[in-house]
């Protein structure tokens, strides 16, 4: 008997060793990636029944819908669960999935995909559209009228024979907590990635279009599932199509024939591509490329799309309610990462440096002069430099960390130096040594200022920037001002 008992405490104490091994091999090597996977996983996160703008669907709702601004303008407590390229039976099941853990006062989902013609999809996008759920018959589902071929149904349901070879992707973020997003469980699904500008020279115009389209069948009875799901749970339900430059009568013809479903079903449809100027879209700053606004163009979108839920849904406004509290911290990571956006897309340089050293209790700060750094635009570079603290007569680089001047390195240095900064995740390195030249046939002082490993020397000759934010741990910029373009900037 005791032998028995023993052997079964051996196989049981191997049995949860084995479970523990593979959950932490799941933690470790499962996708993380933000255009899918991860919106998913940090839905599990939010406190149940908090979420009360549940906003579906593809790139156009993550890029495109901002539960920050919702949050600061109207108090809503919005979250962004959607994937890309995801597909309206993607949609579907993401939404059955959400209501089990959620009961929202709107669910918004955008329309985009209704032009998706394939039945089936590829494995990559599987994978972000399905890998951040957890394991349900419902996942089966969804898995079933996704991928086709039934012999690689096995492996997305268990998952692990997809990403298991991982291991040789793995970088610094999938070893840390919410994989290195400073946000952590203040998350809210939104995408700010889209920090690039794409410049049109105007806007599109599809308000003559009228002939109504034909979606593929799937697309029609999915969005009827959709709907048909909606009212199943009693919860009121907006349909949107989000702005996008490449608009064409194809569209438009399949978003006609949305209207005339929602419609038929007295559900609610706003085509926002018929009101480019309304919401005030700026063809050359506000969009990241044809198909999605950058993070000007969505905060003019969402601040539209707010007040239209606003006058036509009752939300709560729950601001000051602590339950909510980390909507507020989202809207505040929100805040300070807009600004490093901001910064990183200014090239006035006055701008930039007040922008720049308005922040200096949370950014590390370097800058280098480098190469013939003189040109006929010096004296009013070198007043600015003056102004927040840097003289170039005397020294040639500066570091700054906690509002501090922490280091500089005199111009007429002869010394080796070494200087190290911890800045919790990163690091900053200054390194000044004299070398010898053969060309030259002569020594000269080499200077080197990098934070892990990237160095700050964008411009071989002008002023060199490098800025991390401590607070929120990410690389802000790293720019150079070309002496030899009149300081124009210049960036990697």
């Known amino acids: 008997m005791k032998e028995m008992i023993k052997r079964t405490a051996a196989c049981l104490l191997f049995a949860g060793l084995a479970a523990g091994m593979l959950y932490g091999a799941y933690r470790l090597l499962h996708f993380k990636s933000t255009d899918g996977c991860y919106p998913a996983e940090m839905f599990y996160q939010q406190e149940e029944n908090t979420v009360d ?13 901002n539960p920050a601004i919702l949050w600061d303008e109207y108090g809503m407590a919005a979250y962004d669960l959607a994937g890309s390229n995801q597909t309206l039976w993607n949609t579907y099941y993401y939404m059955k999935e959400a209501l089990k853990y959620q009961t929202p006062q709107l669910v918004v989902v955008d329309v985009y995909r209704v032009m998706e013609e394939d039945e089936y999809q590829g494995t ?3 994978t ?16 079933q009228v996704s991928l086709a071929p039934e012999e690689e149904q096995l492996d997305y349901l268990l998952r692990y024979p997809v ?17 290195g997003d400073a946000n952590g469980r203040n998350y809210k699904g939104f995408n700010i990635n889209s920090i690039s500008t794409t410049v049109f020279e105007g806007l599109p115009d599809v308000t003559w279009v009228t002939e109504t389209g034909k979606m593929e069948k799937k697309n029609e009875k999915y969005l009827k599932e959709i709907i048909d799901l909606a009212k199943e749970q009693d919860i ?3 349909l949107v199509a989000a702005p996008y430059m490449e608009v064409g009568e194809e569209d438009e013809m399949l978003y006609n024939q949305v209207a005339e479903i929602a419609a038929e079903h007295q559900v609610d449809f706003v085509d926002f591509n018929r009101q480019f100027e309304q919401i ?13 606004l950058n993070y000007y163009g969505s905060e003019k979108y969402t601040s539209y799309l707010g007040n239209y839920i606003a006058k036509h849904f009752k939300v709560s406004d729950r601001r000051g309610d602590k339950r909510y509290d980390s909507w507020e911290a989202n809207s505040r990571y929100y805040e300070k990462h807009a600004q490093n956006v901001d910064l990183k897309k200014t090239t006035d340089a006055n701008a930039y440096f007040k922008k720049l050293f308005a922040n200096t209790d949370r950014y590390t700060i370097c800058v280098m002069t480098k190469g013939d750094y003189r040109s006929q635009k010096w004296p009013l570079i070198k007043s600015m430099l003056k102004k927040y603290g840097m003289d170039p007569d005397t020294d040639t680089v500066w570091v700054w960390k906690d509002g501090e001047l922490q280091m500089t390195v005199p111009a007429d240095t002869t010394e080796d130096k070494v200087y190290y900064q911890d800045l919790g995740r990163k690091s900053v390195t200054v390194l000044t040594e004299e070398r010898y030249s053969a060309m030259l046939d002569d020594t ?5 200022v990098s934070i892990e490993g990237i160095n700050c020397d964008a411009a071989e000759n002008g002023i060199n920037i490098m800025v991390y934010d ?4 990410e690389m802000v910029d790293n720019a150079g001002m070309n002496a030899s373009d009149g300081y124009a900037f210049m960036r990697y």
Do not use: W
């Not at 990403?163 to 994989?179: C, N, S, T």
């Open 53 to 65: 703008v549940l906003c579906l669907g593809s790139s156009h709702t993550y890029t495109n819908i």
């Open 124 to 126: 990559e996008r599987m």
């Open 128 to 143: 972000m559209n399905m890998f951040g759920l957890r394991h349900s018959d419902d996942y089966v589902e969804n898995l």
């Open 163 to 179: 990403y298991h070879a991982r291991y040789q992707e793995l970088k610094e973020d999938d070893f840390l907590p919410y994989h």
């Open 236 to 238: 009121p339900l907006l």
């Open 280 to 292: 005030g879209l700026d063809p050359q700053k506000d969009f990241a490329e044809s198909s999605h």
């Open 444 to 448: 000269y002082l080499y200077r080197e």
């Open 470 to 473: 401590n607070e929120l741990q």
